[in-house]
């Protein structure tokens, strides 16, 4: 039978509920549980496929195509499930669910309402995501609830795991609250009141958590988690201290050192072997003791917010981890980038430009991509980051003035990348996608495969066939490739179905390490394995360095 822990959050968002819950399932999972990840998101949307970066942070894309919370990424880095559409759900698909069936007449007339049916929903959701009833069904799914305790959006589906919690049985679910114990600097201590506040609410609905994750920028002394456990009603080795670190790999190893797997075991009558971290020890040792170091600058225009790019940073520093390096990761506005200051980007060992969308800042991520290809420097471009490459090429080498995307530039004269309905009419004509179409669900999403050119770059990393998540509307444009390939880009993958541009690179004589992909290959990164496009990435970089050092000593 499948067993729940439900993870909540109070006082203030942006604890770490993810990492926090990933770390328990990482724990479970060395112990021999199969286990799964659960994200429940309270926002109407119904994904995150439309916001904003800088209101949401990185839109992660499962391998069926599921726009989903970045906390899935985190899921899919700390165990080895991988995640599908059903491990992560909002207020907006639940509600789109239960008008569904009401129009349909499934309710029989009846007055459709928050409880039972929208918490019904709920309930149905969670079970479908731990695989009840199939032969995915795992031993513990730990379902995260996004928001804090106390939030309007979060009500419902509280209730609703109180209810299964109950429906479950006694030894069949457990609740872990994660909290926040500020330091107080003009005071000179750390305060318990916000949590014993978040508990108490939490008591109010109905719901004793079983442990508490105290976060605070310190270690917990013991008398504050007794006054903790006092006034909480929960048990003094349930008073978990998480303190900053500076690794999210430390996580695991903190949590376990406190009893909190077994604290959960023993809740939920689960007998097991002893559990395993050898693998986390040894990877956290890896990244505290790295040999060398690179920095890639990295050119994008969601900057300020680096949940931005967060598998992004995490597949960068996987890859330093397997050269034992360290990555360092700076950020550079492109729109900041211009022919007059991009030559600034001479003292960086790398560059990338990631995905995006929309205009701004475009033309600074041109013009990086123009920097490398000019100067030498390795170069990875990702999604819209080739789009950029293909875009700069086809100006500077392939006679293609003004060319551009029709998601930038809709009258433009040289379209090399567009919507595949704007190159695939028979008159040769640009159609225009409808302005007020729904964005929704008008993606590329999920994994495909590709075939790859033997002899090129893209042959040497993945072999005969890479297989890559997407999230991307627009494509290279077909009518232009033999123009561009004639000027020397290399189109080193193909879909294997549309026959679309997925890889374009430049010939190792022409440059030692220039790539674009049209796929995202940080989603199937996790730190034990790396990825084999950012290792031979790092792998450039480093040497990029050693030559520079070597020019600079000279």
């Avoid at 509600?95 to 409880?115: F, M, N």
């Avoid at 040792?285 to 060398?292: G, L, N, T, Y």
């Avoid at 430049?506 to 390490?513: F, G, K, T, Y």
Wanted: glycine fraction near 8%; charged fraction near 25%; hydrophobic fraction near 35%.
């Amino acid at each position: 039978m499948t067993k729940f822990v439900f993870v909540t959050g109070g006082v203030v968002s942006s604890l770490g509920k993810g990492i926090a819950a990933a770390s328990l399932a990482a724990i479970l999972e060395s112990r021999g549980l199969k286990v799964t990840l659960i994200k429940l998101d309270p926002y109407l949307n119904v994904d995150p496929g439309t916001m904003s970066p800088f209101q949401h942070g990185e839109v992660f894309v499962t391998d069926d195509g599921a726009e989903t919370d970045l906390d899935l990424g985190h899921y899919e880095r700390f165990i080895t499930t991988r995640m599908k559409k059903s491990n992560n759900f909002t207020t907006g698909q639940i509600y789109k669910s239960v008008l569904e069936k009401e129009r349909r007449g499934d309710y029989l007339g009846k007055t459709v309402q928050v409880i039972p049916h929208v918490t019904n929903e709920i309930q149905d959701f969670v079970k479908r995501g731990a695989g009840i009833g199939t032969d995915d069904a795992v031993d513990v799914a730990i379902v995260e609830i996004g928001g804090t305790v106390g939030d309007i959006e979060s009500l419902p589906f509280l209730e609703a795991v109180r209810q299964l919690s109950l429906k479950a049985g006694p030894n069949n679910a457990a609740f872990v609250h994660l909290t926040y114990v500020p330091w107080i600097a003009a005071a000179g201590e750390l305060k318990t009141k916000p949590t014993q506040h978040t508990v108490q609410k939490m008591r109010e609905i109905g719901i004793q958590p079983d442990a508490l994750l105290c976060r605070a920028d310190r270690p917990i002394p013991d008398d504050e988690r007794e006054k903790i456990s006092l006034f909480t009603n929960v048990a003094r080795h349930g008073v978990i201290s998480v303190w900053d670190a500076d690794t999210i790999y430390k996580v695991p190893r903190m949590l376990h050192e406190q009893g909190l797997d077994e604290l959960i075991c023993m809740k939920l009558q689960l007998f097991t072997r002893p559990a395993n971290l050898g693998r986390w020890d040894r990877l956290v040792h890896e990244v505290e003791h790295p040999k060398a170091e690179v920095t890639i600058a990295m050119a994008g225009k969601y900057t300020e917010l680096s949940d931005s790019y967060k598998s992004l940073n995490e597949a960068l520093r996987h890859a330093g981890i397997h050269h034992h390096a360290k990555v360092n990761i700076e950020y550079v506005d492109s729109e900041t980038l211009t022919p007059g200051t991009v030559g600034d980007l001479a003292r960086y060992d790398a560059i990338l430009v990631p995905g995006g969308f929309g205009k701004r800042g475009i033309e600074g991520k041109i013009e990086a991509a123009r920097y490398a290809r000019e100067h030498g420097i390795p170069y990875l471009g990702i999604c819209l980051g080739m789009q950029v490459a293909t875009i700069e090429y086809a100006r500077h080498k392939a006679g293609l003035a003004g060319a551009n995307s029709t998601e930038f530039e809709p009258e433009g004269p040289h379209p090399v990348i567009a919507l595949i309905d704007e190159w695939q009419d028979a008159d040769g004509s640009i159609q225009k996608r409808d302005a007020n179409s729904d964005l929704g669900g008008t993606m590329r999403l999920g994994s495909q495969s590709s075939d790859v050119k033997p002899g090129t770059l893209a042959h040497e990393i993945y072999g005969p066939v890479v297989t890559e998540r997407h999230r991307h509307r627009y494509e290279a444009n077909e009518k232009y490739l033999q123009r561009l390939q004639e000027a020397g880009l290399v189109i080193s993958a193909i879909t294997q179905r549309e026959k679309l541009t997925e890889m374009v690179e430049l010939p190792r004589e022409v440059h030692p390490w220039y790539v674009g992909v049209q796929f995202h290959p940080e989603f199937k990164s996790t730190p034990w394995d790396g990825h084999p496009l950012f290792i031979s990435y790092i792998d450039a970089a480093l040497k990029h360095r050693q030559q520079r050092l070597k020019e600079t000593t000279a």
